[in-house]
């Protein structure tokens, strides 16, 4: 994809408990389309129980383990390493907010930001 077009998605959904199947069939549905498009969806702050139906409706045969982040202690912290994922992903020329901001990719593992 070329410059401009949104390549990594951060979605967290920590938020998210006890979904029913319909719930879970449009965040199936969602997920498939984005992989269908090329975009990286990095899933953060994942609670047990929406990890359990996730597995048991089979999304770890297509979904990558390396995509989920599981609810930590830690406020937000699953969202930041989902985030920093991203950064170690994008080619220092391919990312507009670090291109704006003027932000070297040596510089951001210790920002705490979300962008």
């Given amino acids: 994809m070329g410059s401009g ?4 998605l951060v979605l ?3 938020r998210t408990r006890n979904p029913d199947l319909v ?3 449009h965040f199936d549905r ?10 990286t969806v990095l899933l953060c702050g994942v609670r047990p129980d929406l990890a359990k139906a996730m597995q048991n409706l089979k999304f770890n045969e297509w979904f990558p383990a390396e995509h989920l982040y599981l609810e930590e202690d830690e406020k937000f912290s ?3 390493k989902a985030v920093r994922r991203v950064h170690e992903l994008l080619d220092e020329h ?4 670090c ?17």
């Avoid at 077009?5 to 990594?8: P, V």
């Avoid at 997920?31 to 090329?38: F, I, V």
């Fill in 5 to 8: 077009h949104i390549n990594y």
């Fill in 12 to 14: 967290r959904v920590k």
């Fill in 23 to 25: 719930a879970l069939e």
């Fill in 30 to 39: 969602f997920l498939h389309e984005m992989a269908a498009e090329g975009r």
């Fill in 78 to 80: 699953a969202t930041l």
């Fill in 94 to 97: 391919d990312c507009l907010h």
């Fill in 99 to 115: 291109q704006q901001n003027g932000t070297a990719a040596a510089d951001r593992e210790p920002q705490y930001y979300l962008v």
